[in-house]
């Protein structure tokens, strides 16, 4: 018996396929939407810093943000950059405002009014500096002014020694801290004052005195004192016999020294130490230590003439002898000179 084929109905159409099932095994998967790169969080962080002004901030996220973006290959290397840029222009501004502010705070303390107990070592000012609450007005070294504080120092921290005690202290460190003026070209023309607390100052433990020097020469002063000092001059207890001074000043301390050949009006003849006496070598008075000074020095020039004749120019006797200040000291030396009366000598007196 035969098998009898399948029926179709007519005019029919086969069966369509299953999509499914009409797919090639070996056909790839379509393809994933791509991942989305992203963007640095410090580079985040630094542009925000970095507009706002935080330079420090948005330099240091600026600089990590560059490592990160290039290790990882994330994004944000260009608001890195740009933090970095904002910075640099806060940074070119601030400077700019800086050296405005300075300039301009310059130029405003050329007339800064201030109380003298306010005034620092260094400070030039105009205006009177009596007592600590006068009102003085603080101006550049170079512009004309009167006054300058040569030092600012503490006294010793101990009970308030009362007003007389306190000068004397006060005026014997102002002293020490001005000796160098004494080389200065207005020496004759400066005069030193000073500021000290008072009682009420001094139990607050304010132990500060201000050591002012003031000029009362013509005009004003346009540099600072110390420009003013000569390191040429020489004082008088360092010089020898047979220096030539151009002038012979007993209130100086410092002189020049000018060659012999050279006009001149004295030349040291001698030096010599006075004795210390007997205990407990206390000052002998002003009276009789330049009786023994004179005497020493007559004795000690008229040698220099002994074998020659004195020059035509009239000579006068001139000596240095201690005072009470340099005895306590322990110095002794006693300076003779010679001096003109008039004019001026142009060869030494002590024989070379």
């Not at 507009?51 to 994330?74: D, K, S």
């Not at 005034?119 to 609450?133: M, S």
């Not at 003013?228 to 008088?236: F, I, R």
């Amino acid at each position: 018996m035969t098998n009898a084929p399948s029926w179709v109905p007519p005019d029919s159409s086969p069966p369509e396929p299953d999509p499914s099932s009409s797919v090639p095994m070996d056909t790839p998967p379509p393809p994933s939407a791509p991942v989305p790169v992203r963007t640095n969080r410090l580079a985040i962080a630094a542009l925000t810093t970095g507009l706002a002004g935080m330079v420090p901030f948005a330099a240091g996220f600026a600089i990590a943000a560059l490592v990160q973006t290039r290790r990882r290959g994330e994004k944000g290397r260009s608001l890195a950059i740009g933090a970095l840029t904002a910075s640099a222009a806060w940074a070119v501004a601030v400077a700019a405002v800086a050296v405005a502010m300075a300039g301009g705070s310059s130029s405003s303390a050329e007339h800064v009014q201030t109380r003298a107990s306010a005034l620092r070592e260094g400070d030039c000012f105009t205006g009177a500096a009596i007592n600590d609450t006068d009102l003085v007005t603080i101006v550049p070294c170079t512009q004309p002014h009167e006054s300058e504080v040569i030092a600012r120092s503490p006294l010793p921290n101990e009970p308030y020694p009362g007003p007389e005690k306190l000068y004397l202290q006060a005026k014997e460190l102002c002293t020490k801290r001005g000796l160098y003026l004494q080389k200065s070209r207005y020496h004759e023309n400066l005069d030193p004052r000073l500021l000290g607390p008072d009682q009420k100052r001094w139990w607050k433990g304010d132990r500060e005195v201000t050591c002012l020097m003031h000029y009362t020469g013509t005009g004003a002063l346009t540099s600072p004192l110390a420009a003013t000092v000569d390191p040429n001059l020489k004082g008088y207890a360092a010089l020898s016999i047979g220096e030539c001074i151009p002038k012979w000043d007993n209130k100086d301390s410092y002189t020049a020294v000018v060659p012999c050949t050279e006009p001149h009006r004295a030349e040291v003849v001698a030096t010599f130490e006075l004795p210390f006496g007997e205990p407990p070598w206390t000052y002998p008075g002003t009276e009789s230590v330049d009786r023994q000074a004179r005497r020493g020095c007559e004795k000690r020039s008229k040698k220099i003439f002994a074998d020659r004749p004195p020059p035509p120019a009239k000579l006068v006797l001139a000596y240095r002898a201690p005072d009470e200040s340099a005895w306590d000291r322990q110095s002794r030396l006693v300076l003779c000179a010679l001096k003109v009366a008039d004019g001026t000598l142009k060869q030494p007196l002590v024989p070379r």
